[in-house]
């Protein structure tokens, strides 16, 4: 019960029970608890408890990592851990939290104190020391190496004084477990060290390798087969990578940057050329031109190379000595393989340009700056001095050549003829080193003009213009269109004619009416193509079509304003004639119009169309036109009608006669349709007995057939089985008695086989005993017997009595038997 004054804080709590090989911490333990007395707690410090009676906690006391425990939870399962095992070649690694004496050591620990237990073994933690962690053994494999530092002053496992900062390396395999101030930095595999591998080292710092040089701290080197098989590592030098043979076959080469020379130093800004067929390894410092082997240039009989030489040297050319100086250009030709020295750049690589009889190729000499054209047929093969040069032509002259020569709007009825002159290639994209070419088309004329001798020339069609280096084609803009606009088509080629032009000018006549008239004009230059300034006067005047559409449309104008619209409604195409050409009399042969600025004709003019500009006099027009179109089309309609009603009177009595001729046709064919009935009815009705009594008669013939059919075949089917059975007998006799046979053959042979067997036998016993054995033997029982009588004294005689001979030889042999036995 508690007292008024007292106040319940916490419980009831459960008893703590450590289980066996587990412990738990209890901080601020209780210095010495009295009943009903204030507790008085160690503050700072900590209690190690392990398997025990349960205890509980004092007032101040409290578990460390537990999550709870107190009024609301009870939980104190994570405070309870287990005691640290250590494992064989592990150890644990403690630190001393204050001054105190180790017992199991026998040492005195300082605060901070570090130190190490072996394992195997179970550690019973204390309140006086940290557990800094579990470490585990590094495995030191065959061919591995492990780098270790030292964090402070400290003897290692082979018993050598480290200090802090130090490194060295533990080669021996097995499971290697650092001291408490080893690090372990790396595990490094070492390098198998092949012919045709090496390694490339950097010192980190100043030290003697393992071949016993002297290398200064950065420096670099080559480590290979020759010097080691094998490399371990070292502390201060760095496997920067593994460098593998570079072999050169045949027919390759090498250039090395900045090689080393004998005693190791980097010869920079140095070259150095290896032939195949050889192998070597890059040094530090050293590159490969080009990051890799190359192949020897193989020029076939169309191929040559330009070089430059980058240094003066000297070279041999069958046999002769050339010098070269820095920045000569020259050429070699094929066939050869050539490798270029050290001191030679090869610019490129060309081959022989195949020149058809209309190809060609521009081609400038970069030593004078000259540009030549050169014509095929041939092969050409540029100089050391030469380059293909570029010909540049203006995108208008670029897409005219593209287009067959000429460009405009699509409803441009001249656009058709320059289809003939597109060039696939020149679509598809102009080489520009190669000639620029022109199918000029038949009756055309192209002028081609050279801006650097300030000349012009002019070609005509058919034929190929060709332009040299300096020349560029004239560029024609010409009106086109209805009515005419001005530039509207471009064109490289002046059509020669005969040709038309067609345009659509307004007129007023002089009482004041505006007419639109469509004219064609025919058109064709006259020109000398054997006379130079003929063929270039007919490009004196750049638009032709304007330039004619222009004078003739004046000319029509003042003509057709001295005229009234009546008289010219009705005498426009004479009018037009005569403003064109003049007056024309009658019998006089036709007129012509010349334009003396470029020899353009007019031959003729055509009116194709006219109408008035104003509108209410279009359409009184119109309608004055339609009237006497609608007049010729009625009367038209009443001839055709009539000419339809006639024919359908004419078709009408056709039909009706047709009618006649059918209906006659179908009586005939009905009264055959009768008659046919009437044989139908008559077989019908006797047909039936009939059928009837056929198919009686058939079926008894059927049914005696058949009884017959059947005693055939059971006659033919015991015959059959009687001669099987036969036929088996006699095959079953036969296999007895061959049977038979072959047995009595086998026990034949059997028997004479053993008889020979005897026979061979004998005569092999007989052969190797011998006629004398043999004789011998014969002669040996009898004789033996005769000497055992003799010895008896008896005599070999033959003693009876008269009933049964005795044969005393026999006897003996008994007696000799009887002896033996015994």
């Known amino acids: 019960?508690?007292?008024?004054?007292?106040?319940?804080?916490?419980?009831?709590?459960?008893?703590?029970?450590?289980?066996?090989?587990?412990?738990?911490?209890?901080?601020?333990?209780?210095?010495?608890?009295?009943?009903?007395?204030?507790?008085?707690?160690?503050?700072?410090?900590?209690?190690?408890?392990?398997?025990?009676?349960?205890?509980?906690?004092?007032?101040?006391?409290?578990?460390?990592?537990?999550?709870?425990?107190?009024?609301?939870?009870?939980?104190?399962?994570?405070?309870?851990?287990?005691?640290?095992?250590?494992?064989?070649?592990?150890?644990?690694?403690?630190?001393?939290?204050?001054?105190?004496?180790?017992?199991?050591?026998n040492k005195n620990r300082i605060a901070g104190d570090k130190w190490q237990l072996m394992g195997p073994i179970t550690y019973k933690p204390k309140a006086e020391v940290t557990i800094e962690g579990l470490i585990t053994p590094t495995v030191i494999k065959a061919g591995q190496v492990i780098q270790l530092r030292a964090t402070q002053d400290t003897i290692d496992t082979n018993g050598r004084f480290r200090v802090t900062g130090e490194e060295w390396l533990v080669k021996k395999p097995g499971a290697y477990l650092p001291g408490v101030f080893e690090e372990v930095i790396s595990v490094d595999k070492s390098y198998t060290i092949t012919p045709h591998t090496a390694l490339h080292l950097k010192a980190t710092m100043t030290l003697t390798d393992v071949m016993g040089s002297h290398r200064h701290a950065g420096e670099e080197w080559l480590l290979t087969s020759d010097m080691t098989p094998e490399y371990l590592g070292q502390v201060g030098v760095k496997v920067v990578k593994v460098v593998k043979l570079t072999v050169v076959r045949k027919g390759q080469y090498a250039v090395i940057l900045n090689p080393v020379d004998e005693n190791g130093k980097a010869q920079l800004g140095q070259k150095s050329l290896r032939v195949g067929l050889c192998s070597f390894f890059v040094h530090p410092y050293e590159s490969l031109d080009k990051q890799t082997v190359q192949n020897a240039r193989i020029l076939s009989e169309q191929e040559s190379l330009v070089l430059r030489a980058i240094n003066d040297f000297t070279e041999t050319v069958e046999g002769k000595k050339i010098k070269r100086k820095t920045g000569d250009q020259w050429l070699i030709n094929g066939?050869?393989?050539?490798?270029?020295?050290?001191?030679?750049?090869?610019?490129?690589?060309?081959?022989?340009i195949p020149l058809n009889k209309n190809d060609g190729i521009y081609v400038q000499n970069m030593q004078t700056g000259k540009v030549r054209l050169v014509m095929g047929p041939c092969a050409y093969r540029l100089t050391a001095h030469e380059e293909p040069w570029v010909k540049q032509l203006s995108e208008e002259t670029e897409e005219l050549l593209s287009l067959g020569g000429g460009s405009g709007s699509g409803d441009i009825r001249k656009l058709a003829y320059f289809e003939q002159s597109i060039d696939p290639g020149v679509v598809k994209g102009r080489d520009k080193t190669k000639v620029v070419t022109y199918r000029c088309p038949s009756n055309t004329a192209v002028q081609v003009n050279n801006y650097q001798m300030k000349t012009a020339r002019v070609v005509f069609g058919p034929d190929l213009v060709v332009l040299g280096p300096h020349e560029n084609f004239n560029?024609?803009?010409?009106?086109?269109?209805?009515?005419?606009?001005?530039?509207?088509?471009?064109?490289?080629?002046?059509?020669?004619?005969?040709?038309?032009?067609?345009?659509?000018?307004?007129?007023?006549?002089?009482?004041?009416?505006?007419?639109?008239?469509?004219?064609?004009?025919?058109n064709y230059f006259e020109v000398n193509k054997a006379d130079e300034e003929s063929a270039k006067k007919i490009f004196s005047v750049p638009d032709f079509i304007g330039f004619a559409c222009r004078q003739l449309g004046s000319r029509i104008r003042a003509r057709v304003a001295l005229t009234t619209f009546d008289e010219f409604h009705r005498f426009s195409a004479l009018i037009i004639q005569a403003a064109v050409f003049g007056p024309h009399e009658a019998g006089e042969p036709a007129r012509v119009l010349r334009f003396s600025a470029n020899n353009l004709v007019i031959s003729g003019v055509d009116v194709q169309s006219i109408e008035p500009v104003d509108v209410k006099m279009r359409d009184s027009l119109s309608k004055s036109v339609q009237l006497a179109i609608e007049i010729a089309t009625k009367s038209i309609e009443a001839a055709a009608s009539h000419e339809a009603a006639r024919e359908e009177q004419i078709a009408q009595g056709q039909l009706e006669r047709q009618k006649l001729v059918t209906e006659r046709e179908s009586e005939k064919e009905r009264a055959k349709l009768y008659e046919l009935k009437a044989q139908a009815a008559a077989v019908e009705s006797t047909g039936q007995a009939k059928a009837e009594a056929q198919a009686q008669a058939e079926r008894l013939l059927i049914?005696?057939?058949?009884?017959?059919?059947?005693?055939?075949?059971?006659?033919?089917?015991?015959?059959?089985?009687?001669?099987?059975?036969?036929?088996?007998?006699?095959?079953?006799?036969?296999?007895?008695?061959?049977?038979n046979k072959k047995l009595i053959a086998m026990e034949i042979n059997k028997e004479k086989s053993l008889a020979q067997l005897e026979v061979n036998k004998f005569r092999e016993m007989v052969t190797a005993l011998g006629p004398a054995t043999i004789v011998a033997m014969a002669n040996a029982g009898p004789q033996n017997q005769l000497n055992l009588l003799k010895g008896l004294g008896l005599e070999s005689v033959l003693l009876t009595d008269g009933n049964s001979p005795i044969n005393l030889i026999n006897t003996a042999a008994g007696l000799v038997g009887n002896n033996q036995t015994e």
Request: charged share 25%.
């Open 335 to 352: 066939p050869c393989n050539y490798i270029p020295p050290v001191e030679v750049e090869i610019i490129k690589q060309r081959s022989t």
């Open 475 to 522: 560029v024609l803009r010409l009106s086109a269109g209805k009515p005419k606009v001005k530039g509207a088509l471009r064109s490289l080629c002046l059509m020669l004619g005969p040709d038309f032009i067609s345009d659509i000018i307004e007129v007023e006549t002089s009482d004041h009416a505006r007419l639109r008239i469509q004219l064609s004009f025919n």
């Open 1 to 105: 019960m508690l007292q008024t004054n007292e106040k319940l804080v916490a419980g009831p709590l459960p008893m703590i029970q450590v289980p066996l090989g587990h412990y738990c911490i209890v901080n601020d333990p209780m210095k010495e608890y009295v009943d009903g007395q204030k507790c008085h707690l160690h503050l700072g410090q900590k209690s190690i408890r392990f398997h025990g009676e349960p205890f509980a906690l004092y007032p101040g006391e409290w578990l460390a990592e537990a999550k709870s425990f107190g009024r609301e939870s009870h939980d104190y399962r994570d405070a309870i851990k287990p005691m640290p095992v250590v494992k064989a070649n592990c150890a644990l690694r403690l630190v001393a939290d204050f001054d105190h004496y180790d017992v199991d050591n």
């Open 703 to 739: 049914e005696g057939q058949s009884h017959i059919e059947v005693a055939r075949l059971e006659a033919e089917a015991a015959n059959i089985e009687h001669n099987s059975k036969l036929s088996s007998q006699v095959m079953l006799q036969e296999c007895e008695l061959d049977y």
